[in-house]
């Protein structure tokens, strides 16, 4: 029989695993109150809503999240890029009944495939152009747009029936570092953060989020902590009026895993006031991952909050808090999914699902964000793309080649990684591309941070005057010798905008 504290200790933690089916552990831990899952690009199949329903049958009360923003990330569509506006679109559209359509849309992709919780909006202002894990993702670097967005899509999320969770409080806008390999430090004035990036929090706060994620940052002048593990960052969050679920961030990051480890980051999670314990992507150590790194991981972390439990330097009341939230908000979204179901008769469902399916258009939303920077003269008649994009991080597969196929489709494309590239490599590339037929297109996302981004459109500049940069990452603020189209997301919605603007169509 399985001890009292484990099934505890399940009950606030928050899995990723390897696989398209359930593997045996998680169904046994699941059996054991486990609060559920997080879904990632490895557990992606056609069968997902069949997985979700074998979740279910071990838990009826599991969460099942995925971490699904639109635009630069995606897991439901992580073979082929996302068809959704990303937030920096939509911040640039500014049309707030867009953002809530899209939330809407989000929400009832996320019901088909069984997902109850959905990791976004991003509620980060981005204020540094630097910024190498958030950019394109956070809506803008103005604290009123990115509030009015944070807002809308929520209501569009929750409004359809699934949990929102916004993103990384007290807010990942303004660093240089990413989470994911180091910790970041916020050396702002209190004043700034409060006036600037607690702003879209308190919005969300306002608009009865359902569950906030905190940020494995440190802001000095609240502690030497990480807020993920610190009790007076979080405390801010309760006093902001928040009684929702606090979720970690994932807790495999280097931020928390080379510092105190998974199973010392969980204990103190806790503790500081987290809720719900995001475990990770047990893919994210690449080829240092072992077999079983998804069992480890999850082990690594209950033991050491059960070995707290007993010896009472983790309260066993703080950890039933904890539960009762998730539980709470398990039935919620369980009585949302029923009241979705109940509401109407079933053809009528369906043609209502179809009409809403009509009236919202993603790609339109994306060519309204489109922006061009000088003449890109006439229409092309086929496209030669050079991929020069910063190699992937763990937060998005910026080098997906799914952006460079949808520009270029059928046409000429090189992958150029131009931070390691020799000078033989870059001109063999370019001169691939320009004896090409079609117009020589540059790829970047980085051109005012990325010195040898920049350096390639020059040399681009010399070599083919008539070629043109499509730039996926933050609109580039410094003049560029050719003409540019800022997309601001690098998805395949995108990049298809991008060509067919090319293409004349």
Not at 193 to 210: K, M, N, Q, S
Request: proline fraction near 5%; charge should be negative; charged fraction near 20%.
């Amino acid at each position: 029989m399985t001890d009292e504290l484990t099934r505890l200790a399940n009950s606030v933690l928050w899995p990723g695993f390897f696989g398209t089916e359930a593997p045996a552990w998680l169904t046994a831990a699941l059996e054991d109150d486990l609060a559920g899952v997080v879904y990632f690009g490895q557990n992606i199949s056609a069968e997902l809503p069949a997985l979700s329903a074998q979740i279910r049958v071990a838990n009826p009360h599991a969460l099942i999240g995925i971490d699904e923003e639109g635009g630069s990330v995606t897991r439901l569509e992580v073979g082929t890029g996302s068809t959704l506006p990303g937030a920096a679109q939509l911040g640039i559209v500014d049309d707030v009944a867009a953002s809530e359509a899209t939330g809407a849309e989000l929400a009832r992709r996320a019901h088909a495939a069984g997902i109850n919780v959905v990791l976004g909006p991003v509620a980060d202002v981005n204020t540094d152009p630097r910024n190498p894990v958030i950019g394109v993702r956070s809506f803008g670097a103005d604290a009123a747009l990115v509030s009015r967005h944070v807002v809308a899509t929520v209501d569009g999320l929750q409004g359809g029936g699934v949990a929102a969770c916004v993103k990384h409080f007290p807010g990942h806008g303004d660093t240089h570092l990413d989470s994911h390999h180091a910790l970041p430090v916020i050396a702002l004035d209190p004043a700034e953060i409060e006036e600037v990036h607690l702003a879209p929090f308190r919005a969300a706060v306002a608009a009865g989020v359902d569950s906030i994620m905190t940020a494995h940052i440190v802001v000095p002048a609240w502690g030497e902590r990480p807020a993920t593990l610190n009790p007076d960052v979080l405390n801010r969050l309760r006093a902001m009026g928040f009684d929702g679920v606090i979720i970690t961030d994932a807790l495999d990051m280097a931020a928390i895993r080379e510092s105190v480890g998974i199973g010392g980051g969980a204990v103190q999670a806790l503790a500081a006031g987290a809720d719900l314990l995001c475990i990770g992507n047990p893919t994210n150590p690449g080829a240092a991952a072992l077999a079983d790194q998804d069992e480890i991981d999850y082990l690594t972390a209950r033991e050491a909050i059960v070995a707290a439990l007993r010896d009472g330097t983790l309260p066993r009341e703080r950890v039933e808090q904890a539960r009762d939230r998730v539980r709470m908000l398990a039935a919620k979204v369980a009585g949302a999914a029923r009241g979705a179901q109940t509401t109407a008769a079933p053809v009528e469902v369906a043609q209502a699902d179809a009409a809403d399916r009509t009236a919202y258009d993603a790609a339109e939303i994306v060519r309204r964000a489109l922006r061009v920077k000088g003449a890109t003269d006439a229409a092309a008649s086929a496209l030669s793309v050079v991929d020069a994009r910063r190699r992937s991080t763990l937060a998005v597969d910026s080098a997906a080649s799914y952006v460079a196929d949808g520009l270029a489709e059928v046409g000429f494309r090189v992958r150029l990684d131009v931070d390691r590239a020799t000078d033989e490599e870059r001109e063999t590339a370019l001169n691939a591309a320009i004896a090409a037929e079609g117009r020589l297109v540059l790829l970047i996302d980085r051109p005012d941070v990325a010195d040898a981004q920049r350096a390639l459109v020059d040399i681009t500049a010399e070599l083919d005057p008539n070629a043109v940069v499509v730039n996926v990452g933050l609109p580039a603020q410094h003049p560029l010798p050719l003409p540019v189209v800022e997309v601001a997301a690098a998805s395949r919605v995108g990049a298809e905008a991008a060509r067919a603007l090319l293409l004349g169509r």
